[in-house]
């Protein structure tokens, strides 16, 4: 992984860190399964993801919501490309 690059599979710590105002760097979906979410790494990105699973911090409820919204309808876009793609190739 790229020093720059925090990934992670969770799509409630990256709902969380879009949220904080962490940028989207790109998703990975090697895995057409699981998508790998690509954040830009911040200094403490360690700290947050304790405080996520320990209840502590407070964000906006209909923001958080329309944040992991909009990341599953990125996921939907990005695997129906994948797969149009794909399907090109055969």
């Known amino acids: 992984m790229n020093q720059n690059k925090f990934s ?13 105002g962490y940028e989207l760097l790109g998703l990975d979906i090697s895995n057409p399964k699981r ?3 690509m954040l830009k ?7 947050i993801g304790s405080d996520h699973f320990n209840n502590e911090i407070k964000l906006p409820a209909q923001t958080i919501f329309n944040n ?3 990341l599953k309808k990125l996921h939907l876009l990005v695997c129906v490309i994948f797969i149009l793609c794909y399907q090109k190739k055969q």
């Open 8 to 20: 992670t599979f969770d799509l409630g710590i990256a709902t969380v860190l879009t949220t904080l």
């Open 35 to 37: 998508i790998k979410f």
């Open 41 to 47: 790494q911040e200094k403490n990105n360690k700290k």
């Open 68 to 70: 992991q919204k909009n």
